[in-house]
């Protein structure tokens, strides 16, 4: 049994190629595999796994979400801390609505983005062989 998750299979219109996610290398990316090869490379390495994946109609380009992180900024300035004080962490501005998960703490903040991913396939396919 391998230790692979490989998940979220697309195919394209004309089911010459899939892309899927998968942690093969360690870390969850997004993987191009031509059907009739096997041939297969990373199309997306983000901190963040691509979500909602599609293909356009014509099967050259795919879009789909990303997670994107934000920062938040206090509107409230703290003092400085005294040289050589021990404090406590300084304290959370939150904003969202939901900012906590049962059993795993404070949410990042942040929001879900379309991606188009606008690589011509059959070029990168031209370009492989």
């Not at 962490?89 to 903040?109: C, E, F, H, V």
Request: without cysteine.
């Amino acid at each position: 049994m391998g230790r692979n998750r490989d998940n979220s299979p697309k195919w394209s219109p004309d089911a010459s190629k899939i892309v899927y996610k998968s942690n093969e290398d360690g870390e969850m990316k997004l993987y191009l595999m031509w059907m009739d090869t096997r041939e297969k490379f990373v199309l997306l390495d983000t901190k963040e796994s691509p979500r909602n994946i599609a293909w356009s109609s014509d099967g050259n380009f795919l879009v789909f979400t990303k997670f994107v992180p934000s920062k938040e900024s206090s509107n409230i300035k703290l003092p400085e801390k005294p040289e050589g004080a021990k404090w406590n962490d300084a304290p959370k501005y939150i904003t969202d609505m939901k900012y906590r998960g049962d059993g795993s703490g404070y949410l990042a903040s942040g929001n879900d983005q379309k991606i188009p991913e606008f690589r011509k396939y059959s070029y990168i396919e031209q370009n492989l062989n």
